[in-house]
């Protein structure tokens, strides 16, 4: 059974850092595409973090919104992917979700619905 793990949510103040992860099991991760997305209440879910498979040249790519504070990385040998989020804004709370696509393509990378697998969410709650 694949399932997909987040962990490192949490209550934080504005201008703190954070580190999500979020790790894979019941199959190999490695050759696939990385996404985090969040949903904040009352909101659709959007686009935060990409990570391409290596087959789509492994390129990151991020909403504006957090372009410059967040990184996405990933370590294949865990079947781990990382969102490491930096000056955090109150406007960052919401329930965030990673996603696994397979490599077998990549466009529509912000895509809610071409993602293969979900995780369950992790909260982070940004205070002002």
């Known amino acids: 059974q694949v399932q997909l793990v987040e962990s490192g949510g949490g209550l934080v103040q504005a201008g703190d850092s954070l580190t999500l992860s979020c790790t894979g099991s019941?199959?190999?991760?490695?050759?696939?595409?990385w996404a985090w997305f969040r949903q904040a209440p009352g909101k659709e879910r959007e686009f935060v973090a990409a990570?391409?498979?290596?087959?789509?040249?492994?390129?990151?790519y991020y909403a504006d919104s957090v372009k410059g504070r967040f990184t996405i990385s990933r370590d294949n040998a865990k079947n781990t992917v990382y969102l490491q989020m930096n000056s955090l804004k109150p406007e960052d709370t919401a329930v965030y979700y990673c996603?696994?696509?397979?490599?077998?393509?990549?466009?529509?990378?912000?895509?809610?619905?071409?993602?293969?697998?979900w995780g369950q969410g992790t909260q982070v709650t940004v205070s002002s």
């Open positions: 996603a696994a696509r397979s490599p077998l393509g990549f466009t529509g990378y912000d895509t809610p619905s071409k993602y293969d697998y």
């Open positions: 019941g199959r190999t991760f490695s050759s696939y595409s």
């Open positions: 990570f391409s498979s290596v087959y789509w040249s492994g390129t990151t």
